[in-house]
């Protein structure tokens, strides 16, 4: 099982700030990676795959690179929509892991 | 679009089994080009895969579930189904459908259920 680890596990930040969230693989996964952003009482909602291709209806501040073990999410201007957990998943192997959750909050 | 829905009680006694059934609409649940599965998500902790079902019937399931776990699929009703044998209250959780593609560069989870919750409780 291939075991993802995410840093931090919560993040406070201030609206406009930009911020960069973390996801490590224990062995490469190549660029199988995805993001997903979830709020309180709703289901996950992809955010990128592939690493660094961004899913419909989310706004090109968000960005994601890296590839093998090591993977960001970047918030190039945090709005108040995106606030969030956001979770990172390998889909290289079966098992499809999760990482914990990186929680973006107000500061 | 594809939309899933998740159908089933929302509360089972220790012991007893899980069953929850995800309808799908949108999307031709025997055309091959998905992979049908179940995640689950305790409260306030993050998600599990628990197994993805193809078309034909060929399943994956998390090892350490594999044991009490059945996912199947009725193509004739758009559903596919989730079994949990002898449930404890650590199975107590949101359990989603969600939808993959069916090759392995596209297994991200790109259509969700809105998750229904399964409390494991006498």
């Known amino acids: 099982e291939i075991v993802m680890t995410q840093s931090p596990v919560t993040l406070s930040v201030s609206l406009g700030e930009r911020v960069t969230l973390s996801c490590r693989a224990s062995q490469s996964v190549s660029s199988n990676l995805a993001w997903y952003q979830q709020k309180p009482g709703q289901a996950p909602r992809l955010l990128i795959y592939g690493a660094s291709t961004r899913a419909t209806g989310f706004p090109d501040r968000f960005s994601g690179s890296g590839s093998g073990t090591e993977f960001t999410l970047t918030v190039s201007s945090l709005q108040s929509e995106d606030f969030a957990v956001y979770y990172c998943q390998q889909y290289n192997n079966w098992l499809h892991t999760f990482g914990q959750g990186t929680n973006l909050e107000i500061k | 679009q594809v939309q899933l829905q998740e159908s089933g009680p929302g509360l089972v006694k220790p012991s007893q089994t899980l069953s929850l059934t995800c309808t799908v609409s949108?999307?031709?649940?025997?055309?091959?080009?998905?992979?049908w599965s179940w995640i689950r998500q305790p409260a306030g902790k993050g998600l599990e895969c628990i197994g993805r079902i193809y078309s034909s019937g060929r399943t994956n399931y998390n090892p350490s579930l594999k044991s009490r776990v059945t996912i199947s699929i009725d193509a004739s009703r758009s559903q596919f189904s989730l079994q949990l044998s002898s449930v404890t209250a650590a199975d107590t959780a949101v359990y989603y459908c969600?939808?993959?593609?069916?090759?392995?560069?596209?297994?991200?989870?790109?259509?969700w259920g809105q998750g229904t919750l399964v409390t494991v409780s006498s």
């Open positions: 949108g999307a031709s649940i025997n055309s091959g080009s998905h992979y």
């Open positions: 969600a939808s993959s593609g069916y090759d392995f560069w596209s297994g991200y989870y790109d259509y």
